[in-house]
């Protein structure tokens, strides 16, 4: 009987801990815009606050790309040049259709757009064959991937940004507008719905949770964990290619350094949101809770001229940071 007390005490510590560790991070995004605020009010205005959801868009979609793989124990540093990758080659099958045959933009469009889905299908299953078929460590796999994207990215580029990509195709994907709402917004918000269902609504992609949970039990109960892996980095690289033709679109030009800081801006989204580096912990609401809050770090840092070499100290800071309490959280 005297262990009941303790029970109750343990459980209701226990009740509290989870409260705090799931408002921890909006209470800290709330108090970080107020105390950025407080320096430039600029940060709150209407059309600051349109920018930070314009920006977070992108990198939500980045996100949710590193955030299949880190479901499954893995993650993906070849993501940023393969977004480099898929930009360049998508400019240059663009321009060289619409050089050859001005009257076939349509063509032209489509045709490079399905090259860029195609390319980050492919380097997705590489990965994915690397890490499940020949056992090879995520983090090796994907490093030595990322210098191969790299390689690709600077040969058929020649080193040099691939400019002339039709301004038509920038009014579609970037600067069109539904019912007031941007298209990078819009394409973001039907990604991560899709995502979404996918993860919650089908045997599927509960399977990713499973794996990544318990990869014994998923061997157990049959899931034929290789190919999910797979599955996994295709999901991840096709994302990142349709976010790299989203940036394209913005810059207007293919870039083979577009990739730049977006491996490691992906995986601190998704784990400050509160996807576990342990696998099996997360989804799409973490996905957009920390692109938001990335997103609103670095503009607050920009407006009030932080100096760019301390934001990368301070978002490494806030990496770390994260994953400590994910293990707190974890555990």
């Given at each position: 009987m005297s262990d009941a007390p303790a029970s109750v005490q343990m459980g209701q510590r226990v009740r509290i801990t989870t409260f705090i560790m799931?408002?921890?991070?909006?209470?800290?995004?709330?108090?970080?815009?107020?105390?950025?605020?407080?320096?430039?009010?600029?940060?709150?205005?209407?059309?600051?606050?349109?920018?930070?959801?314009?920006?977070?868009?992108?990198?939500?979609?980045?996100?949710?790309?590193?955030?299949?793989?880190?479901?499954?124990?893995?993650?993906?540093?070849?993501?940023?040049?393969?977004?480099?990758?898929?930009?360049v080659l998508v400019a240059l099958i663009m321009t060289g259709i619409v050089e050859a045959n001005p009257e076939s933009l349509a063509l032209a469009i489509f045709l490079s757009v399905c090259a860029g889905?195609?390319?980050?299908?492919?380097?997705?299953?590489?990965?994915?064959?690397?890490?499940?078929?020949?056992?090879?460590?995520?983090?090796?796999?994907t490093l030595g991937t990322l210098n191969i994207c790299y390689g690709i990215a600077s040969t058929i580029s020649g080193g040099r940004p691939v400019f002339g990509v039709p301004r038509e195709f920038s009014n579609l994907v970037y600067s069109g507008e539904v019912f007031g709402i941007s298209a990078p917004i819009i394409i973001a918000a039907a990604i991560l719905i899709i995502i979404h269902l996918i993860l919650t609504r089908t045997v599927f992609g509960r399977g990713f949770y499973i794996l990544g949970s318990n990869p014994q039990?998923?061997?157990?109960?049959?899931?034929?964990?290789?190919?999910?892996?797979?599955?996994?980095?295709?999901?991840?690289?096709?994302?990142?290619a349709v976010g790299a033709m989203l940036l394209t679109a913005r810059t207007g030009s293919g870039e083979p350094n577009l990739g730049g800081n977006i491996t490691l801006e992906s995986i601190a989204a998704a784990v400050i949101g509160g996807v576990s580096l342990r696998g099996?912990?997360?989804?799409?609401?973490?996905?957009?809770?920390?692109?938001?809050?990335?997103?609103v770090l670095s503009?607050?840092?920009?407006?009030?001229?932080?100096?760019?070499?301390?934001?990368?100290?301070?978002?490494?800071?806030?990496?770390?940071?994260?994953?400590?309490?994910d293990r707190i959280r974890t555990k």
């Open positions: 799931r408002w921890l991070m909006p209470i800290c995004l709330v108090l970080m815009a107020l105390g950025f605020a407080a320096v430039e009010p600029r940060i709150l205005s209407e059309a600051n606050l349109l920018n930070i959801a314009t920006q977070a868009s992108y990198l939500v979609v980045f996100a949710a790309a590193q955030m299949v793989v880190i479901l499954t124990r893995g993650f993906d540093l070849s993501l940023g040049m393969c977004v480099s990758s898929v930009s889905i195609v390319f980050g299908a492919l380097v997705g299953a590489f990965n994915g064959f690397c890490v499940s078929v020949l056992h090879v460590n995520p983090f090796i796999a039990a998923a061997k157990v109960a049959g899931l034929p964990s290789r190919l999910y892996l797979t599955y996994a980095y295709v999901i991840c690289s096709v994302l990142a099996g912990i997360g989804g799409v609401p973490a996905v957009l809770l920390g692109a938001v809050f990335v997103t503009n607050g840092m920009n407006l009030t001229r932080i100096d760019g070499n301390v934001q990368m100290i301070v978002l490494g800071c806030v990496v770390i940071a994260a994953v400590f309490v």
